[in-house]
């Protein structure tokens, strides 16, 4: 049997409300390809690595199911003066159904700088022995086109809905040569400065580790498991884990298990040194109404490029 375009609306977007709650409460959506772009999650990236880099990226790809999620991002952030300083700005667009969040903000990172001693590979572009401190602002627009539902005998129904937040974080790195850990809460206000009284949008909270294993054999391949988790208020917590291998900022392989019950795999090329591009595939293992999701990372970074510091 096949089901109207119009219902498949109504059904998907009623699943998603009644996940989020009649009282518009939104549970934050998390990006696998967070490995590629931390700055989205963690304004203390700003500035991490010695030259500027721009990235953009797209989830929902050749979607399956009318009204399933798309997310769009787009960040810069760049080093300033010594170093020791980073800023940068970013844009976050998610949509599914007839709910659209839109986020833009801008971030500041301070960085204390230690002595560590250092077994450089020329393709390695990121700095060890830094402890760095982000704080974040920015506006949430948060948009719901309920009247496109058609349903005309409820009141939850009955207006749109559309509301900007106002929104203040903070972030805390730390990167060595062989592990990182990084600890952000990208809201500290919540729904506090909203321009609705009726928005219920509580704090998240991201930890991200992971680790760099060098193969000693040709000084060529490194090897990265790591792990994002994420606690909301009134949700169950989520990780992410995944191991990439990567060899010598040429080309990369990965896949990864997030406990919300999918799984995922990425394959990446760096092309002609200044770009990197990231297919991503993402696989729903449970009986769940979002099915797969195709993705794509593309990042410039200026300078000297991928492949040497």
Not at 131 to 148: C, H, M, T
Not at 231 to 253: H, K, R, T
Request: one cysteine or more; hydrophobic letters at 40%; charged letters at 15%.
């Amino acid at each position: 049997m096949t089901i109207p375009k119009n219902t498949r609306i109504v059904l998907n977007t009623l699943l998603f409300v009644f996940a989020c709650t009649l009282s518009f409460a939104q549970q934050t959506a998390a990006f696998s390809e967070y490995n590629y772009n931390p700055f989205i999650i963690n304004s203390a990236y700003a500035g991490m690595l010695p030259t500027s880099e721009v990235t953009t990226s797209y989830s929902g790809i050749a979607r399956t199911v009318e009204g399933s999620p798309t997310n769009f991002a787009l960040s810069f952030n760049s080093p300033m003066s010594d170093g020791n300083m980073g800023f940068g700005a970013g844009f976050v667009r998610d949509q599914i159904g007839v709910t659209t969040n839109s986020n833009f903000f801008a971030a500041y990172s301070y960085k204390i700088r230690f002595d560590v001693r250092r077994k450089h590979y020329d393709w390695q572009i990121f700095e060890p022995g830094v402890l760095s401190f982000g704080i974040n602002a920015g506006v949430k627009q948060f948009q719901e086109n309920l009247l496109d539902l058609g349903i005309t005998d409820d009141a939850t129904f009955a207006q749109n809905i559309n509301a900007n937040i106002p929104t203040v974080g903070m972030g805390v790195l730390y990167n060595h040569e062989n592990f990182y850990a990084g600890l952000s809460i990208p809201n500290l206000l919540g729904d506090k400065l909203a321009s609705r009284d009726d928005l219920q949008l509580s704090q998240f909270y991201y930890g991200y580790f992971g680790y760099r294993i060098f193969m000693d054999v040709f000084n060529q391949i490194m090897i990265k498991p790591n792990l994002l988790l994420k606690y909301e208020n009134g949700a169950p917590l989520q990780a992410d884990l995944n191991l990439s291998v990567s060899f010598m900022n040429q080309f990369e392989l990965g896949g990864g298990y997030r406990t919300t019950s999918s799984v995922n795999a990425f394959a990446g090329i760096y092309l002609i040194n200044h770009f990197r591009l990231l297919y991503q595939y993402n696989m729903a293992i449970a009986n769940s109404p979002i099915r797969n999701v195709h993705g794509l990372v593309l990042s410039y970074r200026f300078g000297s490029g991928y492949r040497g510091s």
